[in-house]
């Protein structure tokens, strides 16, 4: 839980927190698409102590640890804990995204938890099938946690792996597989009969297809878009991996030079090597020391993650002449780093984010690597390699987690202040944010405008969380472009017939470049002006709109 009170963001992590405030009023699509997650969210803010910020991400922090608990216990079995422990050090440090935001790390509690259930029951001889059941059920749930997880169902290739390198009978194989389908049926069924009940027969499918038109005015949601970010991602990784290739040929180049003499100077030689190496990366910006911000680690990150993609598949291959259970966990490492990123806009971030299962098996496959290869001192190139990616990685991951808070002080800005408004108290931010925030805390106080409905524009989706303002529209970010400008024009009109017309309206000066947000201002200012408003401040990052009659 280190780093809980750091950082206040008043777009995604108070963004989802409004979400679950406010779960009522939001838009059918972000409803049902990440449905679980909202109502788990709804709930946690029952419980006692949550309802400030501080307190919500206490609790949301311990499914990051209940990830890692049930990974190390599973992995076990398999490797060395000391092995595992580092492997979830630096699945633990590399996560980026706010504890709040449930449909992230429900996604991957349910996804982990999933494949845990999915592998005990392939190499279990006892209750098989229930295993596949229930593995089939947290998949099914992680549908309704966010639904491009049924993208996870993909995982069910694991099974058929195994039972191809085990030669299993292939009724026997189906069978399983039924029991798989049996239990995702279940975990989606059970939870979609209840939105059928609470809204009605088709809320939820209705809610879904506003997803597959969303991409109109989203093209970085879309299949081709989502596929083009994450190729751009390991191309941009493998550009900067390039010069390892000269550089470990050039080491077994020198280690097969008058072989068996001069080991160790050669050893010293080839690490001095890779010490201008890392000078090198650090100098043009592939590893920064900005730890309060993404680009400190990402490539570390994504170089290991790609040199996880090549021992898994050399283990799924069985060049390692392990047993059959570590061929397929390497193949499960491969599914994970391929099936976890589908879905997202986000490049490979969310890979980031699921590491818990796929860095100890990792580090685990690197080691029957070393094993398989022998003690050929050659070897010692692509070894320093890689544990120079690793060292680099650890030390990089350790310093982010300290050092980084999503959004708030992105800048290196340091983040020395604290506020004085409730939901956000002991949280520490920047002298800037705390001092606009505070500032629009006094206006809306001096105004009578707490705890009225609002409508809110550009970026600042917390502010509803923050001060308790209903949203008077189905969403408090409708300048994102997954909002699409007929929507945001059909809801001014149903607000402009209500019994309460004018809301307030806060507008964030700090607008973001969506390909739409000029046209949505536009008719935003159409409504103000067209209703009577008067703008009652304008500071440096805020202007504020109400009618006098408050």
């Not at 050090?89 to 429900?106: D, G, K, M, T």
């Not at 009724?171 to 279940?186: D, P, Y």
Request: hydrophobic share 50%; charged share 15%.
């Amino acid at each position: 839980m280190i780093g809980v009170n750091q950082g206040l963001d008043i777009s995604d992590t108070m963004y989802s927190l409004a979400n679950f405030e406010f779960i009522e009023t939001l838009n059918p699509m972000w409803l049902f698409s990440t449905y679980f997650s909202n109502v788990t969210g709804a709930l946690i803010m029952h419980l006692p102590g949550s309802g400030t910020m501080l307190g919500f991400s206490i609790y949301c922090s311990f499914v990051t640890s209940i990830i890692a608990l049930f990974s190390y216990y599973f992995l076990k079995k398999f490797m060395p804990g000391w092995m595992i422990f580092i492997g979830e050090f630096i699945a633990e440090s590399i996560c980026f995204s706010p504890r709040v935001i449930l449909y992230n790390y429900l996604t991957y509690l349910f996804f982990t938890l999933g494949t845990i259930l999915l592998l005990v029951g392939i190499f279990g001889w006892k209750r098989q099938n229930l295993y596949l059941f229930f593995a089939g059920i947290f998949l099914g749930l992680n549908v309704m946690v966010r639904f491009p997880n049924i993208v996870e169902t993909s995982l069910i290739l694991v099974l058929w792996f195994y039972g191809f390198v085990t030669k299993d009978r292939f009724s026997e194989v189906i069978k399983r597989t039924g029991f798989c389908i049996l239990g995702f049926l279940a975990g989606f069924g059970l939870p979609f009969l209840y939105t059928v009940i609470k809204y009605g027969p088709t809320a939820y499918i209705q809610g879904i297809a506003g997803l597959f038109g969303m991409t109109e005015g989203a093209s970085d949601y879309s299949s081709g878009g989502m596929i083009g970010l994450i190729l751009e991602a390991y191309g941009t990784t493998l550009s900067n991996m390039f010069i390892l290739v000269p550089c470990i040929a050039a080491g077994i180049i020198m280690f097969l030079l008058i072989p068996e003499k001069y080991v160790m100077i050669k050893k010293i030689l080839y690490v001095c090597g890779i010490l201008v190496l890392t000078k090198y990366y650090f100098s043009t910006g592939v590893f920064t020391r900005n730890y309060y911000y993404y680009d400190s680690m990402f490539q570390a990150a994504m170089m290991f993650i790609i040199f996880g993609i090549i021992l898994s598949v050399t283990g799924s291959l069985g060049v390692l002449n392990g047993s059959r259970q570590e061929q397929t966990l390497a193949f499960t490492a491969l599914m994970l780093i391929l099936i976890t990123p589908i879905g997202s806009n986000n490049y490979t971030f969310p890979i980031l984010n699921n590491m818990f299962l796929i860095a100890p098996i990792v580090l685990w496959l690197f080691r029957r690597m070393m094993q398989r290869a022998g003690e050929a001192h050659f070897n010692f190139a692509w070894q320093a390699v890689f544990t120079f990616i690793l060292i680099v990685l650890f030390i990089q991951g350790a310093f982010f987690h300290f050092g980084y808070s999503f959004m708030d002080g992105a800048d290196g800005t340091p983040r020395d202040s604290l506020v004085s408004i409730d939901k956000a108290k002991h949280m520490v931010t920047t002298q800037y944010n705390a001092e606009t925030l505070e500032e629009l805390s006094l206006v809306l106080k001096e105004n009578n405008l707490l705890g009225t409905k609002v409508i809110l524009f550009g970026g600042i989706p917390g502010i509803s969380y923050l001060f308790d303002m209903t949203p008077a529209i189905d969403t408090t970010w409708p300048d994102l472009d997954s909002y699409s400008i007929e929507n945001f024009d059909n809801q001014l009109m149903d607000l402009s017939v209500s019994e309460a017309p004018t809301p307030t309206v806060i507008i964030g000066k700090d607008m973001a470049d969506y390909a739409n947000i000029g046209m949505k201002y536009d008719i935003l200012m159409d409504y103000i002006i067209n209703h009577g408003y008067n703008k009652i401040f304008e500071g440096e990052r805020f202007m504020v709109f109400a009618q006098n009659d408050r």
